[in-house]
């Protein structure tokens, strides 16, 4: 008795050598997404830094008269959310500018979205989008567009709208700019038979052709001005607070928005964390050596908990890139050989290693590389991880376990879900196959260290209540149900947050509400452990705290 009562005291008088909390929550249901699930009802925050989670009580004693008090009436409460890999940066050149449609389940909602930028643009200005959304998700009517429809919309704009990367919907007046006319042959940088046309030869306004051919036409849409690059930076970062994302898995990190984030972070408000995959793919045999001096070269970890480089990727020989609609690849031996040159000396170099493969002839491909390399290499404590990998199977997980591999899952039938079943002219669908793409509970029972993510802005939405929707119901966006394996909502939030901590070599700084990591969290609308499963697509963010800084209130 007296022991307990000594041991007690000394905990106050512990505490009391402490300065009092900056912040705290109190009265509220504290999802910590801890190594026990457990729940808290209160969390005390100092400087960045979570410094106690508990009971209202225990927390509520530990504030000094300049602690902020929030009193959360009952809602829960999550970490803030990382995406292990999102083309983040890329998409601040165009984010101000798109008319998004991540999380948009209406066609009827989307037409009012292009009117209401008809309105505001001036006459010519472009409107469009770059991936993100299919017409599948439009759950009242899942048509794509035509091109009258969209002269009717906007009669004096050129329109484009991407599907992901599988075609792009354009105007007559886009067309006309993209020099795509009847009676002429196709402009010479389209890839061959992209340009659908009807059979008088009229084009029919769609661009169709994966990566290559959607990317052409997204080639020619405007970037924003310099001048307004760190305003729509700004913009994109103030969406992915409000969705309650905090850390990002980023391929390729642009330079100038990269310079744009530095100079937030040196002004104290940099409202996300940024963890670079960088570094170039060789594109060709001559390729090669030139790749592999420049990453001898490289450095990672020089920065901080808010921006650093924490992997080479995310391709290491570009003929061995899988598109995203392709339904099986066949790496050729002399490929081969260059990708594992560089995977050598990867791991040589002793660093991390997220790679692009999707497709399980791919995968399995890389993995005989892998293997060989882990013979002269080990790559056991470099945390090599395969990134999308909808096709992985249970004998491929197991071969990536004994090497010490992760998964990066980025299911990109959260929208493509309907193009990989039914497939089209480009496609023919997976048949049954895509019921299994991914393959989330055999992921889940692997026991592999695996983390979701998107792989947005235009290989998919951004959303991730839409993906942990997803992983749970196996519903796409829109509704339809597209998979057959998923988890429990426990199994995909741990994914989405501390298992991704791992991505980003930050597992001891994030991923969970816990004692001694950075204070990112995000306070939700509703429980996302006990609202109906088909709600928790719709739960929104109504706070994020990205290191004990509110960036983001629900008015
Ligand atoms: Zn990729």
Same mark, same amino acid.
């Given at each position: 008795m007296l022991r307990i009562a000594l041991v007690a005291l000394l905990g106050v008088a512990l505490y009391a050598q402490q300065p009092p909390p900056d912040l705290i929550f109190t009265n509220g249901k504290l999802i910590t997404v801890d190594e026990r699930f457990s729940i808290a009802q209160a969390v005390a925050i100092r400087g960045d830094r979570i410094v106690a989670t508990g009971t209202n009580q225990e927390i509520a004693q530990l504030a000094g008269a300049s602690t902020r008090r929030i009193d959360l009436k009952g809602k829960a409460v999550i970490p803030g959310l990382i995406d292990n890999h999102m083309h983040l940066l890329r998409a601040a050149a165009t984010w101000a500018k798109e008319v998004r449609f991540d999380g948009v389940d209406s066609r009827k909602r989307a037409i009012e979205m292009l009117r209401a930028r008809v309105k505001s643009s001036a006459p010519g200005e472009w409107i469009y989008n770059i991936g993100g959304w299919t017409h599948q998700q439009f759950a009242d009517d899942p048509k794509s567009f035509t091109r009258d429809e969209l002269d009717e919309i906007a009669p004096n704009n050129p329109v484009a709208l991407q599907e992901s990367y599988y075609q792009v919907f354009l105007n007559g007046r886009a067309l006309a700019m993209m020099k795509i006319e009847a009676n002429a042959p196709d402009?010479?940088?389209?890839? @061959? #038979?992209s340009i659908l046309r009807d059979a008088a030869g009229k084009p029919t306004g769609v661009v169709r052709g994966d990566i290559a051919g959607t990317r052409v036409v997204a080639n020619k849409l405007p970037r924003v001005a310099p001048e307004q690059l760190e305003a729509s930076a700004k913009a994109l970062i103030g969406d992915m607070n409000r969705a309650g994302l905090t850390s990002f898995g980023v391929p390729g990190c642009d330079a100038d928005v990269l310079g744009v984030l530095h100079k937030w972070k040196s002004e104290g408000h940099l409202n996300v964390r940024v963890f670079c995959y960088g570094g170039a793919a060789a594109a060709n045999p001559d390729g090669v050596d030139r790749a592999i001096q420049q990453l001898a070269r490289m450095k990672l970890f020089q920065g901080d908990s808010y921006i650093d480089d924490v992997a080479f #990727?995310?391709?290491?020989?570009?003929? =061995?890139?899988?598109?995203?609609?392709? =339904?099986k690849s066949s790496p050729q031996p002399e490929q081969l050989e260059a990708w594992r040159k560089i995977a050598m000396a990867i791991a040589q170099a002793g660093l991390p290693l997220h790679v692009h493969a999707e497709l399980s002839g791919t995968i399995d491909a890389f993995l005989d590389q892998v293997e060989a390399v882990n013979k002269e290499?080990?790559? @056991?404590? =470099?945390?090599?991880a395969l990134a999308h990998v909808n096709q992985i199977n249970a004998a491929q997980l197991e071969r990536m376990k004994k090497l010490g591999m992760y998964a990066a899952v980025h299911p990109w039938a959260v929208i493509n879900g309907g193009i990989m079943h039914e497939g089209d002219t480009l496609n023919k669908g997976f048949g049954d196959g895509a019921y299994d793409m991914p393959p989330l509970a055999t992921i889940q029972n692997s026991g592999i260290v695996w983390g979701l993510g998107t792989d947005g802005t235009a290989a998919n939405q951004t959303l991730p209540f839409t993906t942990l929707s997803f992983a749970v119901t196996g519903k796409m966006a829109g509704g339809? @149900?597209?998979?057959r394996q998923t988890i429990s909502r426990e199994d995909a939030l741990i994914a989405h947050t501390r298992k991704n901590a791992y991505f980003v070599f930050q597992e001891n700084n994030l991923g969970s509400i816990q004692a001694g990591k950075l204070a990112d969290l995000v306070v939700l609308d509703r429980d996302y452990l006990t609202?109906?499963?088909?709600?928790i697509k719709d739960i929104k963010p109504v706070m994020t705290v990205v290191g004990g800084r509110v960036v983001y209130e629900a008015r």
């Amino acid at each position: 008795m007296l022991r307990i009562a000594l041991v007690a005291l000394l905990g106050v008088a512990l505490y009391a050598q402490q300065p009092p909390p900056d912040l705290i929550f109190t009265n509220g249901k504290l999802i910590t997404v801890d190594e026990r699930f457990s729940i808290a009802q209160a969390v005390a925050i100092r400087g960045d830094r979570i410094v106690a989670t508990g009971t209202n009580q225990e927390i509520a004693q530990l504030a000094g008269a300049s602690t902020r008090r929030i009193d959360l009436k009952g809602k829960a409460v999550i970490p803030g959310l990382i995406d292990n890999h999102m083309h983040l940066l890329r998409a601040a050149a165009t984010w101000a500018k798109e008319v998004r449609f991540d999380g948009v389940d209406s066609r009827k909602r989307a037409i009012e979205m292009l009117r209401a930028r008809v309105k505001s643009s001036a006459p010519g200005e472009w409107i469009y989008n770059i991936g993100g959304w299919t017409h599948q998700q439009f759950a009242d009517d899942p048509k794509s567009f035509t091109r009258d429809e969209l002269d009717e919309i906007a009669p004096n704009n050129p329109v484009a709208l991407q599907e992901s990367y599988y075609q792009v919907f354009l105007n007559g007046r886009a067309l006309a700019m993209m020099k795509i006319e009847a009676n002429a042959p196709d402009p010479a940088e389209f890839v @061959k #038979g992209s340009i659908l046309r009807d059979a008088a030869g009229k084009p029919t306004g769609v661009v169709r052709g994966d990566i290559a051919g959607t990317r052409v036409v997204a080639n020619k849409l405007p970037r924003v001005a310099p001048e307004q690059l760190e305003a729509s930076a700004k913009a994109l970062i103030g969406d992915m607070n409000r969705a309650g994302l905090t850390s990002f898995g980023v391929p390729g990190c642009d330079a100038d928005v990269l310079g744009v984030l530095h100079k937030w972070k040196s002004e104290g408000h940099l409202n996300v964390r940024v963890f670079c995959y960088g570094g170039a793919a060789a594109a060709n045999p001559d390729g090669v050596d030139r790749a592999i001096q420049q990453l001898a070269r490289m450095k990672l970890f020089q920065g901080d908990s808010y921006i650093d480089d924490v992997a080479f #990727g995310e391709s290491v020989y570009s003929p =061995l890139h899988d598109p995203m609609f392709a =339904l099986k690849s066949s790496p050729q031996p002399e490929q081969l050989e260059a990708w594992r040159k560089i995977a050598m000396a990867i791991a040589q170099a002793g660093l991390p290693l997220h790679v692009h493969a999707e497709l399980s002839g791919t995968i399995d491909a890389f993995l005989d590389q892998v293997e060989a390399v882990n013979k002269e290499h080990p790559i @056991k404590n =470099l945390r090599w991880a395969l990134a999308h990998v909808n096709q992985i199977n249970a004998a491929q997980l197991e071969r990536m376990k004994k090497l010490g591999m992760y998964a990066a899952v980025h299911p990109w039938a959260v929208i493509n879900g309907g193009i990989m079943h039914e497939g089209d002219t480009l496609n023919k669908g997976f048949g049954d196959g895509a019921y299994d793409m991914p393959p989330l509970a055999t992921i889940q029972n692997s026991g592999i260290v695996w983390g979701l993510g998107t792989d947005g802005t235009a290989a998919n939405q951004t959303l991730p209540f839409t993906t942990l929707s997803f992983a749970v119901t196996g519903k796409m966006a829109g509704g339809t @149900k597209v998979i057959r394996q998923t988890i429990s909502r426990e199994d995909a939030l741990i994914a989405h947050t501390r298992k991704n901590a791992y991505f980003v070599f930050q597992e001891n700084n994030l991923g969970s509400i816990q004692a001694g990591k950075l204070a990112d969290l995000v306070v939700l609308d509703r429980d996302y452990l006990t609202v109906p499963v088909d709600q928790i697509k719709d739960i929104k963010p109504v706070m994020t705290v990205v290191g004990g800084r509110v960036v983001y209130e629900a008015r």
